[in-house]
T-cell receptor, first 112, second 114 residues
């Protein structure tokens, strides 16, 4: 399985600001995913990020709010833009293994 | 469309007793099924998967799960629970296709008392 790290591990931000979350993998992977886990809830897929192409967003998520970069096969960033308290969540990146996904430790975001 | 249901928000068992966490799924084609565990303030850890083959699959930490196509279920089991098994468990599904997107259940909190 891949070793995945995320930065920052947690942050407290003011509404109206933006935060960029980094996801680093110790091996080259084709497919990366970004999820949101709102307090006490399950995981919801935000987008799929493939290197060399635009991210594919799920219903309810838009690029202006959650821009994603995928500059190479080991790295991706997710930006949460113009934040509001409703964006307070854990944000997780994952990578596709042989058939299962492996997850990073998550970034716990609190928006005041 | 694909979906997963975990009918129990919480499961409480005594240490040493069998543990079962229920999961049912809905997909259009053949399912790929997964179990993940989340410990407090940690990311998700992969436990096991069913892709094809034997209906009983074994995974990490002594867990196993049984795929039942007729009942569209994939229940997670452990013969003898440990206090350290206390965590949040998620079942997930995706269709056997080139679409690799996972759909997760709501999660089941397992508490194992000493």
């Amino acid at each position: 399985s891949a070793v995945i790290s995320q930065k920052p591990s947690r942050d407290i931000c003011q509404r109206g600001t933006s935060l960029t979350i980094q996801c680093q993998v110790d091996s080259q992977v084709t497919m990366m995913f970004w999820y949101r886990q709102q307090p006490g809830q399950s995981l919801t897929l935000i987008a799929t990020a493939n290197q060399g192409s635009e991210a594919t967003y799920e219903s309810g998520f838009v690029i202006d709010k959650f821009p994603i970069s995928r500059p190479n096969l080991t790295f991706s960033t997710l930006t949460v833009s113009n934040m509001s308290p409703e964006d307070s969540s854990i944000y997780l990146c994952s990578v596709l293994g042989r058939s299962e996904q492996f997850f990073g430790p998550g970034t716990r975001l609190t928006v005041l | 469309a694909q979906s997963v249901a975990q009918p129990e928000d919480q499961v409480n068992v005594a240490e040493g007793n069998p543990l079962t966490v229920k999961c049912t799924y809905s997909v259009s084609g053949n399912p790929y099924l997964f179990w993940y565990v989340q410990y407090p303030n940690r990311g998700l850890q992969f436990l096991l998967k069913y892709i094809t083959g034997d209906n009983l699959v074994k995974g990490s930490y002594g867990f196993e799960a049984e795929f039942n196509k007729s009942q569209t279920s994939f229940h997670l089991k452990k013969p003898s629970a440990l206090v350290s098994d206390s965590a949040l468990y998620f079942c997930a599904v995706r269709e056997n296709s080139n679409d690799y997107k996972l759909s997760f259940g709501a999660g089941t909190t397992v508490t194992v008392r000493a």
